[in-house]
């Protein structure tokens, strides 16, 4: 007994064009994902760190710092995500507005993968991310002394 075998190449193809199309577009998917995500985290430590030179003084700085990496993030559309600001000066790390400091500016946040679910109540899949920015304090403003 021998069946019509027309249209089933047509089946096999589909089949196997979903089973591969999915993954490589879920692939692509969390590519741009994480690049955006990548893009916001750099320009939000570039951002915070110039912030930071900008302020009279440390503790506006630090304020400043963070508004402006929550902003810098929310204008890559990352709004809801996690975000750690650290500030560091060398070589004065008690007064980061004094002399020749450098400060670096280190900006740490995550990105969800898309299209995955939480997972056994363990949160969705994220991917770290992490940039820093160094300025040297003189470069935005004149630090005092001559005229």
């Known amino acids: 007994m021998r069946r019509d075998q027309r249209g089933s190449g047509l089946v096999e193809v589909v089949w196997l064009g979903?089973?591969?199309?999915?993954?490589?577009?879920?692939?692509?998917?969390?590519?741009?994902?994480v690049q955006r995500g990548s893009f916001g985290?750099?320009?939000a430590a570039r951002a915070a760190a110039r912030?930071?030179?900008?302020?009279p003084n440390d503790v506006v700085g630090e304020q400043r710092?963070?508004?402006?990496?929550?902003q810098a993030l929310a204008?890559?559309?990352?709004?809801?995500v996690p975000i750690d600001v650290g500030i560091t000066c060398s070589p004065y790390p008690r007064s980061c507005h004094a002399g020749t400091?450098?400060?670096t500016v280190r900006v740490g946040s995550s990105?969800?993968?898309?299209?995955?679910?939480?997972?056994?109540?363990?949160?969705?899949?994220?991917f770290a991310?992490?940039?820093?920015?160094?300025?040297?304090?003189?470069?935005?403003?004149?630090?005092g002394g001559a005229r």
């Open 18 to 33: 979903l089973l591969l199309l999915l993954p490589l577009l879920w692939i692509v998917l969390s590519v741009f994902e």
């Open 41 to 43: 985290v750099s320009g």
């Open 51 to 55: 912030a930071y030179a900008l302020a």
């Open 65 to 70: 710092a963070r508004a402006v990496a929550r």
């Open 75 to 80: 204008d890559q559309g990352l709004v809801d």
């Open 101 to 103: 400091s450098v400060i």
């Open 111 to 126: 990105v969800a993968l898309p299209l995955l679910p939480d997972l056994f109540g363990l949160g969705r899949p994220s």
């Open 129 to 143: 991310l992490d940039a820093r920015a160094t300025v040297p304090i003189g470069r935005y403003q004149e630090t």
